[in-house]
């Protein structure tokens, strides 16, 4: 039997805290860069939810969530969706997504938008089992 996950809208962050999102990020991506200083702001920014997965007290998972007005409504971006490599396949990105759509509709929001790669199948999957819909459109990135 699998441990409790608790699931948390993160409001301060221990050094262990920001030691196991350092561990986390790469596996998220091999490109994303760690900054404990951007982590602090990120807590003290209203428009940012950084939730977390803890198991036994421990961070195992993460996932942000970004509001913001628009003149068409408020909208949502989930973002950096992760969970450690020795907890996955337990349903704790699950867990993570349901408290995020949770705090969407709570807050009114028009649209959760979230995006992900073509080659992670298994991630498409779970967005469109808790209900995630493909969109036709075309993703763009400018780096500034």
Not at 26 to 31: A, G, I, R
Not at 72 to 94: E, F, N, P, S, Y
Not at 120 to 125: F, G, L, T, V, Y
Request: no cysteine; proline share 5%; aromatic share 4%.
């Amino acid at each position: 039997m699998n441990a409790p996950v608790d699931i948390e809208v993160a409001t301060t962050l221990s050094p262990t805290d920001l030691d196991a999102i350092e561990r986390l990020l790469p596996q998220l991506s091999s490109t994303a860069g760690y900054d404990r200083d951007r982590m602090r702001a990120m807590l003290s920014h209203p428009g940012t939810d950084l939730l977390l997965a803890r198991v036994d007290g421990q961070v195992v998972g993460m996932a942000t969530l970004a509001t913001f007005p628009l003149p068409t409504g408020w909208r949502g971006h989930v973002d950096d969706v992760v969970v450690d490599d020795a907890q996955r396949g337990k349903g704790i990105a699950r867990q993570l997504l349901e408290a995020i759509i949770h705090l969407a509709r709570e807050r009114g929001l028009r649209t959760l938008d979230l995006t992900s790669r073509p080659s992670r199948a298994a991630a498409i999957r779970l967005y469109e089992s808790v209900g995630f819909e493909r969109r036709d459109s075309v993703l763009m990135r400018l780096r500034a």
